[in-house]
Structures are given as C-alpha cells and as structure tokens.
C-alpha cells in the first residue's frame, strides 16, 4: 500500500490541507495523471471513489479523463441529455442519486461550463458535500489551467477530426461563456469540426463586456484564416484602447489590404454593465435582436445597413455607432445568417421568429444563457436533418445588474 492509499484508509482529514496536498502536487502533474491525483484527495476527505467527466465540443457528450479503475461501461462516458450527470451539467447544480451514495458535482469555471465530477461515498453527509464542492471547483481549475498545451484534454473534447480551418478558428475563440455578477455572454458555432468563416469574441474591459460577431466570405482555409485575421485585429485594436469605430476601420483595412476580395460582415458592440448602455455597429450583418420581459422588441435594434468589411470603404470612412439603454433583464441576441437561413429537407426556413421563439421558450424554462444556446443549436441542426450547409453562430448576451 503507497502512503496516499494508506492516507486515504485513515481518518478523513481536514478540507484546506487536503486542498493544499492537491495544489501542490498538481504542478508537476500530466492530464493522464490529474483524474488519479484528485481521487487520491478525495479518499483523503473520506470520499470513498471520484470520476471526471469533460464535455464534448459540441456539449452532448460527457467523456471520462482516464483514471487507473475505470471500468470499461464508464469509459464509454454518459449523455448530456438524459443522464443524472448530464442535468447536473446542463443546471450547474448538484445532483443526488435517489437513495444510493452517487453525487453529481458540476464543474464551472467562472461561469462556463467544463464537465461533472462524480463521487461516491458511505456516508455522504453536509461536510462530504461540501469537500465535494471544493474539490470539483479545484478540479475544474487544474483541468482548464492544463488544457491549453495537454493534448489529452484536448482530443478528449472532440468526437472526431477537425477540419483545417476549424482548428485555426478553434485556436483564436475563447471560451463559450464569461460572465460576472451584472453580465453574462454565452456562444456556440456549428459545424464544430468544420466551421469556416465564422467567429466571435466576447471579454471585460473595466466594466464593459465587449461582444464581436465575425462572418467571413466562404467556407474554407482562407475563410477561416480572414475571421482569425479579423478577430487579431479587433482584440489588437481593442486592447489598445480603439473605440469600436477604430476597430471596424482596422478589419476593413487589414482584409482589404492582406486577404483582398474576402469580405465579412460583423456586428461589434459594447455593453456598459453598471448603466446599462449598449452601443453596436453593423456592417452587413444581421440585426441583433432585444428580448425583454419574455419578447422580442421589434426592430429595436434594426438601424440603416452599412457596407461589410474589406472593402477598404470604413478605413477613411468608419460606420456609424448606435445606442440604446438596456433595462435588467434584457437579453441581446447577436446571429449569423447561417441561423434565419437553415432550411429543412423539404425547405422550411429556420427563420428569425424561430430563432427568437426557441430562445424565449428555452429561457422561460429557466435555462441559463449556455443552455438556451446549446438548446438552440441542436433544434437547429434536427431541422436541417444534421446537415449543416452554412456556419451557424450565436452570442447570446444579458444584462443582469446586482441590485
């Protein structure tokens, strides 16, 4: 018996040195190793056997990080819809198996959504919950703080190979969902594993969530490498304090000027999460929508089109911004075309009031932002009979401001 088993045979110990034992031996740790590592704490705490679980890319399949006793059933991971786990994962709140020892914790980091921690125990009693709160939260870090150059983690997201200008894209998104406590913004884009011209960002600046959706011209290499492009620009033009007219100009000239004759259409925009304020321009793109209380405002957002970028017209001449003042609660809905344009085998658009539709019914349900979108994504991809002929892109964001 190694000294961890025989720690973990012993007394459960106290929840910050055992969090401190798996801090400090996370550092040196692989992926292959992490999922070992935290049953080892667990077993410290008195938690008798742990299993990680990480989403897939597309969120319907939770796959297991490998772990020395896993048997060969759990290998094959659980479903995202219709497992305990999965509902664990899709509500961010912990699930209980009905009269057995099994709980289901979720793993958030920050408010995206990384997969679910499984734990079993004889007597999982307040204290043991709440070791294992902590310890999915510590979990959940190792992972994501391991996940960018373990490539483990990586395939283990995916279902299958992905497509040159997928990769490239995938390298430039961030994460699906940010949010604090006046703010969320959630994302998905499909098809995951051949995604070409779409694209978006979305990041806090002192206060201001900053929203960008991309589509490029296209659906190949260079339509994937024009969004990269574009997406360089806005964060380089950002982070050096540009307004989002100065940001426009930038793409407008950067693809004029390197990828000529790819052009994109975006909507950029700001949101002032202390007052509310939300300012956007759109160069060709579809109009965002306002949901409120339940429904969409009509053309509330709808303003007089400009012209898409890349054609070197917004560098001398930067389009114009639009303001509105948002009220608590307000959900902005930011889509490409690939969206209202998805057509059934038979040639049923999918459409905006659809799209609106699915997301205020999703939402009444009470389904957070990432649910609704994940929700939405796959009535889509069901309506075009899992034949995607054009990228699909939402951003989906919401202005909850503390009272």
């Known amino acids: 018996m190694t000294a961890d088993e025989a720690a973990g045979a012993s007394a459960p110990e106290g929840l910050g040195p055992?969090?401190?034992?798996?801090?400090?031996?996370?550092?040196?740790?692989?992926?292959?190793?992490?999922?070992?590592?935290?049953?080892?704490?667990?077993?410290?705490?008195?938690?008798?056997?742990?299993?990680?679980?990480?989403?897939?890319?597309?969120?319907?399949?939770?796959?297991?990080?490998?772990?020395?006793?896993?048997?060969?059933?759990?290998?094959?991971?659980?479903?995202?819809?219709?497992?305990?786990?999965?509902?664990?994962?899709?509500?961010?709140?912990?699930?209980?198996?009905?009269?057995?020892?099994?709980?289901?914790?979720?793993?958030?980091?920050?408010?995206?959504?990384?997969?679910?921690?499984?734990?079993?125990?004889?007597?999982?009693?307040?204290?043991?919950?709440?070791?294992?709160?902590?310890?999915?939260?510590?979990?959940?870090?190792?992972?994501?703080?391991?996940?960018?150059?373990?490539?483990?983690?990586?395939?283990?997201?995916?279902?299958?190979?992905?497509?040159?200008?997928?990769?490239?894209?995938?390298?430039?998104?961030?994460?699906?969902?940010?949010?604090?406590?006046?703010?969320?913004?959630?994302?998905?884009?499909?098809?995951?594993?051949?995604?070409?011209?779409?694209?978006?960002?979305?990041?806090?600046?002192?206060?201001?969530?900053?929203?960008t959706l991309l589509d490029a011209m296209g659906h190949d290499l260079a339509s994937g490498g024009a969004s990269a492009v574009g997406l360089a620009a806005c964060r380089s033009t950002r982070r050096s304090g540009g307004t989002l007219r100065e940001i426009a100009s930038t793409i407008d000239r950067t693809l004029a000027k390197w990828i000529p004759e790819r052009l994109m259409t975006a909507v950029i925009a700001e949101l002032d999460t202390l007052h509310g304020d939300f300012t956007w321009i759109n160069c060709g793109h579809p109009p965002p929508l306002l949901i409120r209380d339940g429904h969409v405002l009509p053309g509330a957002l709808e303003r007089a089109a400009r012209l898409p970028l890349g054609y070197g017209f917004h560098t001398p001449h930067p389009p114009a911004e639009h303001h509105i003042r948002l009220q608590p609660g307000d959900r902005v809905l930011i889509y490409s075309d690939g969206i209202t344009e998805a057509r059934s085998p038979d040639g049923d658009l999918f459409g905006e009031q659809r799209l609106a539709d699915t997301v205020i019914r999703s939402t009444a349900t009470g389904d957070n932002a990432p649910e609704a979108l994940r929700r939405l994504i796959q009535n889509l991809i069901i309506h075009q009979d899992h034949r995607l002929r054009d990228d699909a892109t939402i951003l989906l964001a919401e202005w909850h401001p503390t009272p």
């Not at 006793?69 to 759990?74: A, F, I, N, R």
């Not at 819809?81 to 958030?108: C, I, K, N």
């Not at 406590?181 to 900053?210: C, Q």
């Open 18 to 211: 055992v969090l401190a034992w798996l801090l400090e031996r996370s550092h040196g740790a692989s992926a292959v190793e992490l999922a070992d590592l935290i049953g080892q704490a667990a077993r410290r705490l008195g938690i008798t056997r742990t299993r990680l679980y990480l989403t897939d890319i597309q969120q319907r399949r939770l796959a297991p990080l490998p772990q020395s006793d896993l048997t060969v059933e759990e290998q094959d991971g659980l479903d995202v819809d219709g497992s305990l786990a999965g509902l664990a994962y899709r509500t961010q709140h912990v699930q209980q198996s009905r009269g057995e020892d099994t709980v289901w914790f979720p793993m958030v980091d920050g408010v995206e959504r990384i997969g679910v921690m499984q734990t079993t125990g004889s007597r999982l009693d307040a204290s043991l919950l709440e070791g294992g709160r902590a310890l999915a939260s510590l979990a959940t870090l190792l992972v994501v703080s391991k996940s960018s150059h373990h490539e483990l983690l990586i395939q283990g997201e995916r279902g299958r190979p992905m497509s040159l200008q997928a990769e490239l894209l995938w390298g430039f998104l961030p994460p699906r969902t940010i949010g604090t406590d006046r703010a969320t913004s959630a994302a998905v884009t499909e098809p995951a594993y051949d995604i070409g011209g779409d694209a978006f960002d979305h990041s806090f600046i002192d206060g201001v969530l900053h929203l």
